[in-house]
């Protein structure tokens, strides 16, 4: 039996998923960390990295279901690496020697590199025929497990557009970033139902299924 694929994305109220200017100081835009100042604070998250305290209710439980059941990850190299080109092989992503996932991210390339493996479990393997086959790969990594797509942008539109995204979790969050990455410019919203709608203090959730 094969999992869904699915996409848990935090936006601006204006619809940007990332602001202006991405760079190594800025990976998410100038601006863009307000984005995800919410799921920082919960108790869900900090345990991923090892840290202790942190928020409970609805946006704890948001983080918490949205690792559930998940066996793989396929990503765009926008969210693994801040460089294009060839490779720098000293960078091994964002998030240190222990990355959160603890299994195969798939990283979708145009050029090609040997994988990563990083300790807790995560190993970064580096796909360059494009998205159908990282997910057949993140798939069959999976088992009856779901897959999670992570950003950036343009990876999560590409996916949308095709159809191939089952479930996606919205985070809107009231702030104005103005310009940077929009995420549902130039999609259509047939085939998907929003099923739920929960909020905090802090962002209103939304969920999409796929019809």
Request: with cysteine; aromatic share 8%.
């Amino acid at each position: 039996m094969t999992g869904k694929l699915r996409v848990s994305v935090s936006v601006s109220i204006d619809g940007y998923m990332a602001g202006p200017g991405q760079s190594l100081e800025n990976p998410l835009g100038i601006g863009g960390e307000r984005l995800h100042e919410w799921a920082l604070a919960t108790r869900s998250f900090r345990e991923k990295f090892g840290r202790e305290g942190g928020s409970t209710g609805v946006d704890d439980d948001v983080i918490a279901a949205a690792d559930a059941g998940v066996g793989a990850t396929v990503m765009g190299r926008n969210m693994f690496s801040p460089g294009r080109g060839e490779w720098d092989l000293s960078w091994t992503g964002w998030w240190g020697d222990t990355p959160p996932f603890g299994h195969d991210v798939f990283v979708l390339t145009h050029h090609d590199r040997e994988p990563i493996g990083m300790k807790g479990g995560t190993t970064f393997r580096f796909v360059t025929t494009g998205i159908d086959d990282a997910l057949a790969l993140a798939r069959a990594a999976a088992g009856d497990r779901d897959v999670r797509l992570g950003g950036g942008v343009s990876t999560v539109r590409e996916c949308l557009r095709a159809r191939l995204v089952d479930e996606m979790d919205l985070a809107v969050v009231p702030v104005l970033l103005g310009s940077g990455e929009r995420l549902l410019d130039g999609l259509s919203p047939d085939g998907y139902t929003c099923t739920g709608v929960s909020a905090s203090d802090t962002v209103a959730h939304l969920r999409f299924v796929r019809g």
